[in-house]
């Protein structure tokens, strides 16, 4: 009951968060949407950076990690932290000058005019809202899963269950999580939810560092905590030493997942956070200290995920993947330390869900109700409401699915992800191509949107976690020789080939857009140019 409680209070000091940025709203939609283009370099960092961190990257890493090893860090932490920076630089730094100069407020609008092709902006909408759902539900079933493991036995010291095991169910959880990020999000906008995501990452990685440190210990079971990691990684030498490399990962498929961390080029989420920057030179410490911080996250989830298969860990054989973290917390930590470890999870966890729904609730009433309808015919506080209100239709429908059988935290991100990547080749064409046409980027969206339903088809929805392409069976076929020198890799390569590969031959078959619209994109200075002046690298 006492973690339970600092849980408790941590979600109530958030919604408290969320009413003193309500405070400072200025009651404009492009306020609510971007924070009127006020955020510094700090803030920029710590609300980047906590946005990029989820479920995914804290309960998702430490499952997969007790079931694949080291390897996992290998897999996606030491790229992200590299590419995740370089798409700050290449594509964040280009799209906020444009932002600023054309008034863009989500990337829609961007294609929209880059491309002079509303219909294109009406079918990139769906494809975006059907990608960042997936990626909600990540956050949503892993603060479910979280709460649920920490509220285990909590209420039998007031004798309200016979059960003395009865734990908060996921789906409660889950919609606990929900109504708070709703609540800050509602409140403050942009503004609210920047706050938040910098107060939660700063909980996070502080929480994070004590986390490793108290589960070393109780794992190591020596006195100081260098002798602990040391004793506790010898143990998994003797019981499990396969963990300690990258056996288990066939290395095409290591290598295949370089391409996953260029997702963050096409989050939607993100867009709107580059936009809200005050200048471009607010760029330069996430650059610089974005890879930094993925070190300091990834490294002892992935540590506590491989220690979590020791004997000394004592957790059930069959342990979803899901609950490893959480469980790992909750048999080491005392009851007050994990109550505030606890906390520093669901940090990370919504500090992405609270971007990610602003984000939609943005696109839907700039992109749909504004455009088609027209803006003058809505007042400022009839645009402010209107994306209140879609927000809160994305959490409802959102925890809706949740309700429904799902997968592991780690797949439902990777393909969520694939799918975000494949449209990167298409956002750096359009920031750098002059040559990009309207049928190259209809060409690029749709082989995406046919080559991820596909391959999501033939992985059983996701359900086979080791499926590849090419398939076994395509190598013995009577056309195997096409495919023959190709090894199996993970989906994102395939889908992000068919993608590049539509994108640059139908483009160069067909027109580019008027000059006239060029010269709007492409000034005396290229983006490059710009992007290097703005980071301080020239």
Known sequence: MTA?????????????????????????????????????????????????????ALVGSTG?????????????????????SLCFFLIGVPLW??????????????????????????????????????????????????????????????????????????????????????VYVFLGGMRGTAWANAFQTTVFMTLGIITFVVIAQGVGGQEGFWASVQAATEKVLQEHPELLSRERIPKPIYASFLLIPLSVGMFPHIFQHWLTARRASAFRLPIVMHPIFIMVVWAPCVMIGVWATTSAAGLPPQVHENQVLAQMVARFAPAWLSGLLTAGILAAIMSSLDS?????????????????????RFSERQKVWLARAFVALVVAVSYALSLFPHRAVFDMGLWCFSGFTALVPLVLAALYWRGLSRAGAWASLL??????????????????????????????????????????????????????????????????????????????ESPRQDAAKASGVC
């Open 64 to 84: 997969r990690a007790h079931t694949l090893g080291v390897g996992v860090y290998g897999l996606l932490a030491s790229a992200s932290g590299i590419v995740h």
């Open 447 to 524: 082989s995406t949107v046919l080559c991820w339903s596909v391959l999501f088809w033939r992985s059983h929805w996701g359900a086979n976690k080791l499926y590849a392409f090419p398939e076994p069976w395509m190598y013995e076929s009577s056309w195997g020789w096409l495919v023959r020198w190709i090894p199996p890799l993970h989906p994102v390569v395939s889908i992000t080939a068919a993608s590049t590969v539509a994108l640059v031959v139908v483009s160069l078959l067909t027109r580019p857009v008027r000059p006239q619209v060029l010269q709007q994109f492409f000034g005396p």
């Open 97 to 182: 000058r444009l932002g600023r100069r054309h008034g863009f407020v989500t990337q829609v609008e961007f294609f929209r005019r880059r491309l002079e092709s509303p219909g294109f902006g009406l079918a990139l909408f769906p494809v975006l809202v059907g990608l960042v759902i997936p990626y909600l539900l990540v956050g949503i079933i892993g603060g479910g899963a979280v709460l649920e493991q920490v509220s285990r036995g909590a209420f039998r010291s007031l004798g309200w269950f016979a059960d003395q095991q009865f734990a908060l169910p996921a789906r409660w959880g889950s919609l606990l999580v929900c109504a708070v990020v709703l």
């Open 4 to 56: 339970l409680a600092l849980v408790i209070g941590y979600l109530v000091l958030l919604l408290l968060l969320g009413s003193a940025s309500n405070l400072l709203f200025r009651g404009t939609q492009r306020d609510y949407a971007l924070a009127s283009h006020s955020i510094g370099p700090v803030l920029l960092l710590l609300s980047l950076f906590g946005t990029t961190m989820t479920a995914f």
């Open 356 to 376: 990610q729904f602003l984000a939609l609730g943005t696109m839907f009433t700039n992109d749909i109700v504004l455009y088609y309808f027209g803006p003058q």
